[in-house]
Structures are given as C-alpha cells and as structure tokens.
C-alpha cells in the first residue's frame, strides 16, 4: 500500500487536493452567488434560515446509512459520482433560471438536492485520504488539503461576486459543472487503495450503524469532545446562513463587501492551515483542539455587540478572519487525531455519523436562531453563540485535557 512508501504518497494526494481544489473554486462561486441572490432579494432571516436547513438536512436524514455504502463501495468510485451529481444538480437548475424567475423556495430546494451529493462526496474523501497518506503525516496533509480549499474559499466570493455583478444566474450555475469534472479526473487518474472487507452479503443497516457508533463510545475523549462540540455547534453553525444579512442589513453594505467577509474568512482558514502543515506533528491534539475553539468563542462574541455603523464592518471582518483561523485550528487536529484512531475499515460510517451529528446541530439551531434573529436581529445570535461556545469549551477542556489521555501515535 502506499504507506508502505514515505515519499510516493505526495503524488497522489496533491493530485486528487488540486482537482478538489478546482472543484471548490466553482462551487464555493456558485454558493456565494445563489445565497447572495437570496439574501439580496428577500432581505429575510427566515429564508435564509430555511436555506441552511434544506442543506443540512440531507446529511441529518442520509449520514448513518450512507456511511455503511462508503465502507463498502470502491471510494473512488463514490467520490466521482457524488462530484458529478452536485455539478448536474447546479446545471439543472441554470436551466430553470432560463424558463423565468424561479420562487426562493426552489433555490432552497436545489440546495437541499446538492446536499445529497455531498452526504457521500465528504465522508469518502475523508476516509481516503488516510488510506493515502502516512500515519505520521496526517496533520500536514490536512494542513495542506485545508490550505489549497482555503484558498478556493478565498477566490471562490471574490469570483462569485464578479461573476454576479457581470453575467446572469445561470451561466454562475454551470460552473459548478466544470468544477465538478476537473475533480472527477483527478480522482480518476489516482489508485486509491480500499480497506479490506470481510464480505460482499447486503449490509445489515443497524448493526453496521451501531458498529460506527460504538468507535466514539470506547474513546471516552472523544466521545466528551465530540458531544461538548455539537451543543456548541448547535449556536455557531446557524451563523453561517446570516453572515449575507450582517453585510447587507446590519452593515447596509455591498455583495463586495460581503465577498471581502468570505475572502478574509478563508484567508485566516489558509493561513492557520499553512501553519498547521509547517508543523506537521501535534503531540497534544487536544489542547490545539480547545485554543481553536477559544477562538470561535471570543471572535463569534465579538461580532455580535458591534454597531450597526459601516465604520464597524471592518472589526466584523477581520473577527471573521479570525474565526476562520480558529476553525482550522481546532478541525484539522480533530479530523486528523480521528483519522489515526479510527480503524480504516470503519471510517465511513464514523465520519458520516460525526456529519450526521453536526448536521442535527444546524436544524436545531436554525429552527431557534431563525425566530430569534427575526425578532432580535442576528448580531443578537452572533453574541449568543459566543456565550455558548466559551461554556461548551471549558467543559471540554475539563473533562478531556487531562494527562492519563494521550493521542495515538
């Protein structure tokens, strides 16, 4: 296995992160876009709400069983067809732009579609890449994986907004589709070793479901981390679908202003990914984990007592690049203390189970933040989370940084 090689991994991996890369690039174009329209002509809290909801929810409903197919399906394999689907759901939907204008609730629809694809496409990602890449160099692969998707995030809004203020909705839409083909190829081209499996009989959903759930159960940490993590997603990832109207209602500002957040957002992802894979070993995952959530706790605070004034917006945007730099910090050692834990015959439903997880989070959060940001206004949600988060983390830091746990090495 390519293990089994120090070097002749590298090939592979960078091969199948630039077409990801690629694919990012158009996608996150493509969102940026959409979302904006949404925003731009609704002006509501509630649609934009029910957007983030309709995304989520597939990987809520779909994550369990989908992780047992990862496990059994040829990654590659699930990789290209979900890459594929979500460029063919964005070009249909340019389709529809071109018979007249479309209701909102369509753009959310599309978007809850999209999100099938994308139930399969991450965990078979996720659990490739161990399959790639040596044990010890987990962290600087994803340090670098997140280093090149940090920078389609920072290019993909500023392409986005150019791409809107200069062409119509639907020719945006189909560049997901050439996204989606760069990546397919990439990944095509690359052999990707597949864990062995102890038969071909039809999957028994429950047991096989159970199996990936007792993973976070026999790690205690884990398990605390994990749970502590999903209360304070519960707050934090609702924010996600309000960023457009902090811009544009909060601030009273442009879709280049609200590309300027998302470039600055995915600029402090690039730089701490970068830092991370310069490193490349973390000894205590743990405690970068809990300084990375300290971060998004303090930002996340922050951007909720600043005025309404425009002088403000650029606090809010720089307290935005420091939450990217945050989420990072904490997700790349996570994922990564996950990754060499985790037998690789499991990963699938493991990861599909922890996106199941963070996915209950955005419904629950919305089904509160949306009511209350209508109400309230976001900037009210924005200080809430922060609260929230600062909790959850002490309670995590508590019950996990303690000398006994090590990290498996």
Known sequence: MEQSKPHGWKRGFFTIAAGQTVSLIGSSAVQFALIWWLASESSSPMTMALAGLFAFLPQLVLGPFVGVWVDRLKRKTVII???LFMGLVATVFAGVFLLGRPPFWSACLVLGIR?????FHTPAIQAAIPMLVPRDQLVRANGWSQFMQSGAFMLGPVLGAAMYAALPLPVILLSDLVGAVAASVTVAVVKIPDPPRSGQE???FLREMRDGAAVFLRDRRLFTLTLCVCVGMIFYMPLSSFYPLMTSDHFQATAWHASLVELLYAAGMMLSAAGLGAVGTIKNKFSVIHLGLLGLAASTLLCGILPSDMA???PFAIFCAVMGAS?????IPFMAYMQESVPHEA????FSLLGSMMSLAMPLGLLIAGPVAERFGVPLWFFLSGIVLFAVT????L???RPRGRDPQ
């Open 347 to 350: 990963q699938g439903r493991v």
């Open 202 to 204: 039809l999957p028994h």
């Open 399 to 401: 019950l996990t940084l």
């Open 394 to 397: 002490g309670v995590s830091a």
């Open 312 to 314: 403000f917006f650029w």
């Open 115 to 119: 999100a099938v694809g994308n139930v």
């Open 327 to 331: 989420g990072n910090l904490y997700g």
């Open 81 to 83: 067809s979900a890459d």
